[in-house]
């Protein structure tokens, strides 16, 4: 059972982020360590936060990627 209301917080991050980080290499690493931790958690609806920053955005599609590879 995933836990969905996840991406509903892990995009408030986002937004704070978004506004705080300029620099898209300190995001991305950021990002990175958020989204492993969520998804330890068994969150597994962060591509509903697709649209709030295009390094997200990345990082999320190459993820996708990897998951449909491994299947």
Do not use: K, N, Q
């Not at 991050?13 to 898209?24: G, K, N, Q, R, T």
């Not at 690493?29 to 709030?52: P, S």
């Amino acid at each position: 059972m995933g836990w969905s209301s996840g991406s509903s917080l892990f995009a408030e991050i986002a937004e704070i982020l978004v506004s705080h980080v300029p620099d898209d290499a300190e995001r991305e690493a950021v990002y990175e360590e958020i989204i492993d931790a969520f998804e330890a958690r068994d969150c597994d609806t962060l591509h509903e936060c697709i649209g709030i920053d295009p390094v997200l955005d990345d990082l999320l599609e190459d993820r996708e990627m990897e998951d449909d590879e491994d299947e």
